[in-house]
């Protein structure tokens, strides 16, 4: 009786953990689509174990050579050091001062793409983004070069990203952890392609799109 009570919680205490990683919608709406001629991003997760809350980072400015610690958003992991920039922008919640905006849902994927030795997680991905970029465009840029830098330690992902005049879409999801294989001489070498797969699309202007952790990109454009 006691193994089974204690089988039930663990598979409550699983559920509960996944429906929180799995609750998340975003809605995307272009100028074209707003009454007022606003982009609009919206980022819900709806668990009885999340909260809304907002964060504020100032914008700040570092000397040459400081690191930052990553921790995992959802866990508190640490996960290593990154390179900071010079110059840091001010961010509230998930916007920034220049009202670069980025949301995200959860899709998953295959568990042996998840690369347990990256830095950088979806959650840490977003914020340094937001602290680093001013336009949509850029944010992409460097969310592709971050994860190429440092590995990508997250689960698929799609990824609202939006600028005052573009709203866009960015896919994500790792290629896997290091390796170990041997040769025929049956000598071992570690292969490890390190960094992510990943895809943007911008919403044509006049248009709503949505996510609810389901990929949405389904064709490579």
């Known amino acids: ?13 699983a559920f509960f953990s996944l429906s929180a990683a799995m609750a998340c ?37 570092y000397p ?39 949301g995200e849902t959860t899709y998953g994927g295959k568990d042996g793409l998840v690369d347990t030795t990256g830095i950088v997680d979806y959650g840490s991905l977003m914020y340094i983004t937001l602290q680093r970029a001013k336009t949509a465009r850029e944010a992409i840029r460097i969310m592709g070069e971050l994860v190429a830098e440092y590995g990508y330690y997250s689960s698929g992902e799609s990824f609202s990203i939006a600028d ?28 490890y392609n390190k960094g992510a797969v990943w895809v943007a699309m911008r919403i044509p202007d006049g248009y709503i799109s949505g996510h609810a952790n389901q990929a949405r990109i389904t064709t490579f454009p």
């Open 25 to 61: 919608t975003n809605f995307l709406v272009t100028k074209g689509a707003s009454t007022d001629g606003s982009t609009m991003i919206t980022y819900a997760a709806d668990s009885h174990t999340l909260y809304g809350e907002l964060y504020f980072r100032p914008a700040a400015d």
């Open 164 to 191: 005052p005049n573009e709203v866009w879409i960015l896919e994500m999801i790792g290629k896997g952890s290091p390796q170990v294989v041997k040769d025929k001489r049956g000598r071992s070498r570690t292969v």
């Open 64 to 102: 040459d050579g400081t690191m930052l610690d990553i921790y995992e958003w959802d866990t508190g992991k640490y996960l290593g050091k990154i390179k900071q920039v010079r110059h840091t922008y001010s961010v509230v919640g998930n916007m920034n001062e220049h009202q670069l905006s980025i």
């Open 1 to 13: 009786m006691h193994k089974m009570k204690t089988t039930a919680a663990f598979m409550i205490a």
